[in-house]
T-cell receptor, first 110, second 117 residues
Framework: DQQVKQNSPSLSVQEGRISILNCDYTNSMFDYFLWYKKYPAEGPTFLISISSIKDKNEDGRFTVFLNKSAKHLSLHIVPSQPGDSAVYFCAASDGNDMRFGAGTRLTVKP | GAGVSQSPRYKVAKRGQDVALRCDPISGHVSLFWYQQALGQGPEFLTYFQNEAQLDKSGLPSDRFFAERPEGSVSTLKIQRTQQEDSAVYLC???????????????FGEGSRLTVL
C-alpha cells in the first residue's frame, strides 16, 4: 500500500518562477515529513523537513507547508533555478521507519 | 570519504545466482536502513538496524533476502537465488539517531544497481 503519494511524475517551470511539488499521505501516525532531492546516479540527499507540530518551515528558497487535516504537504521553491532540476521525493516517518513517495521530476528551464 | 559508501555500484547476475551488496555507513551512525528502488518508483523500505540489532525486517520481500550488520557498522544485504523482479537499485542509508526512532534525515549512499538477467 502506498502510504505516501506524489501524483505528479513530472513538473516543468521557467527559471525564476515558483515550483510547487505536492505530496499526500494516508497514515495519520506520520509525524515527521521530509523532502529529498536526487540527481542521476546519486543517492537522495536531504533538503528540508517539517514536524507535525508546525505548518510551515522555510530554508532559503525552499519552504515546506503541512496541512495535517488534509494529509497534504507541499514544497515551494522560489525562485527556481536550473540547478534545481532533479527528482524530488517526499518522505514521512512515524518514528519507526520512513516511507517515500514515487518522486516528481522537476525541470527548470533557463 | 565521509559519506555512506556502497559496493558494488553495478551488479549483473544470472537468474538463480546469489548476490551480496555491501554498505559502509557514516562512522558512528547508529541506525542503518536498506531500501529497494525499482525503476520510476520511490525507495521502498526493506529493513532497519540499530547497531547490530535488526529491529525491523518487515519490508524484505521474501525469505531469499537476508541482511546482517554483525559488528554494528558495515552491513551486507544478501539475495539468494535472484529473480528478474529483484532488479532494482538497492539504497543504504544511515542516521546518527540513537533513540531507535526515525526522526531525522537519512544519509544515503549512491546505491547498488542490480540487474538480473
Amino acid at each position: 500500500d502506498q502510504q505516501v503519494k506524489q501524483n505528479s511524475p513530472s513538473l516543468s517551470v521557467q527559471e525564476g518562477r515558483i515550483s510547487i511539488l505536492n505530496c499526500d499521505y494516508t497514515n495519520s501516525m506520520f509525524d515527521y515529513f521530509l523532502w529529498y532531492k536526487k540527481y542521476p546516479a546519486e543517492g537522495p540527499t536531504f533538503l528540508i523537513s517539517i514536524s507535525s507540530i508546525k505548518d510551515k518551515n522555510e530554508d532559503g528558497r525552499f519552504t515546506v507547508f503541512l496541512n495535517k487535516s488534509a494529509k497534504h504537504l507541499s514544497l515551494h521553491i522560489v525562485p527556481s533555478q536550473p540547478g534545481d532540476s532533479a527528482v524530488y521525493f517526499c518522505a514521512a516517518s512515524d518514528g519507526n521507519d520512513m516511507r517515500f513517495g514515487a518522486g516528481t521530476r522537476l525541470t527548470v528551464k533557463p | 570519504g565521509a559519506g555512506v559508501s556502497q559496493s558494488p555500484r553495478y551488479k549483473v547476475a544470472k537468474r538463480g545466482q546469489d548476490v551480496a551488496l555491501r554498505c559502509d555507513p557514516i562512522s558512528g551512525h547508529v541506525s542503518l536502513f536498506w531500501y529497494q528502488q525499482a525503476l520510476g518508483q520511490g525507495p521502498e523500505f526493506l529493513t532497519y538496524f540499530q547497531n547490530e540489532a535488526q529491529l525491523d525486517k518487515s519490508g524484505l520481500p521474501s525469505d531469499r533476502f537476508f541482511a546482517e550488520r554483525p559488528e554494528g557498522s558495515v552491513s551486507t544485504l544478501k539475495i539468494q537465488r535472484t529473480q528478474q523482479e529483484d532488479s532494482a537499485v538497492y539504497l543504504c542509508a544511515s542516521s546518527p539517531s540513537s533513540s531507535g526512532l526515525v526522526t531525522g534525515e537519512l544519509f544515503f549512499g549512491e546505491g547498488s544497481r542490480l540487474t538480473v538477467l
